[in-house]
T-cell receptor
Framework: AQSVTQLGSHVSVSEGALVLLRCNYS??????LFWYVQYPNQGLQLLLK??????LVKGINGFEAEFKKSETSFHLTKPSAHMSDAAEYFC????????????FGQGTELSVKP | DAEITQSPRHKITETGRQVTLACHQT?????MFWYRQDLGHGLRLIHY???????NKGEVSDGYSVSRSNTEDLPLTLESAASSQTSVYFC?????????????FGSGTQLSVL
């Protein structure tokens, strides 16, 4: 069965600092991986997705993630945090051959300090 | 603009009552999903539908039901509400069956069962 683990339920960074949110997955087949962001009182929005075309995936708002098969990881990074990045971030994996069915991690809340 | 709307935004009910949460999308998407969001669990799939008259159980379907009579709507019914069903509920939709399909989320319904 596929699963996703996000390391750290809360991450706090200073404005301008590197953002690193960790995600490890378990899958018996080549995975399709996603990062979603949830701003307060809103639904989730897609940040980026990995679909095997390239291991380094660029998303919206300056975020990117690198797929590392050897480490079963798909960590999310942003070189310089902005106050508007404060939100909850979810890593997710798509169940094989099940379009749109996602298994989500527990979520990581990102705080950005001025 | 196409969108996905959920109603009500907030609902308080009593244990044992039947409750229905509405989800309406104007994307003309075939696929619709209901997730619940709980602290420490991320989002978990309740039910999903790949088209009219099609419904399927997700990971946490006990105590919930859905019906799909048209493309636009997938109402979620709690047959006899329990305190364990206090949660934030998200509806989502997607177009195709590809494993890397992007989900579009509604803004959520906060349900409290007292």
């Amino acid at each position: 069965a596929q699963s996703v683990t996000q390391l750290g339920s809360h991450v706090s960074v200073s404005e301008g600092a590197l953002v690193l949110l960790r995600c490890n997955y378990s899958s018996s087949v080549p995975p399709y991986l996603f990062w979603y962001v949830q701003y307060p009182n809103q639904g989730l929005q897609l940040l980026l997705k990995y679909t095997s075309a390239a291991t380094l995936v660029k998303g919206i708002n300056g975020f990117e993630a690198e797929f590392k098969k050897s480490e079963t990881s798909f960590h999310l990074t942003k070189p310089s945090a902005h106050m508007s990045d404060a939100a909850e971030y979810f890593c997710a994996v798509s169940e094989s051959n099940q379009g749109g069915k996602l298994i989500f991690g527990q979520g990581t809340e990102l705080s950005v300090k001025p | 603009d196409a969108e996905i709307t959920q109603s009500p935004r907030h609902k308080i009910t009593e244990t044992g009552r039947q409750v229905t949460l509405a989800c309406h999308q104007t994307w003309n998407h075939n696929n619709m999903f209901w997730y619940r969001q709980d602290l420490g669990h991320g989002l978990r799939l309740i039910h999903y539908s790949y088209g009219v008259q099609d419904t399927n159980k997700g990971e946490v379907s006990d105590g919930y039901s859905v019906s799909r009579s048209n493309t636009e709507d997938l109402p979620l019914t709690l047959e006899s509400a329990a305190s364990s069903q206090t949660s934030v509920y998200f509806c989502a939709s997607s177009q195709g069956q590809a494993t890397n399909e992007k989900l579009f989320f509604g803004s959520g319904t906060q349900l409290s069962v007292l």
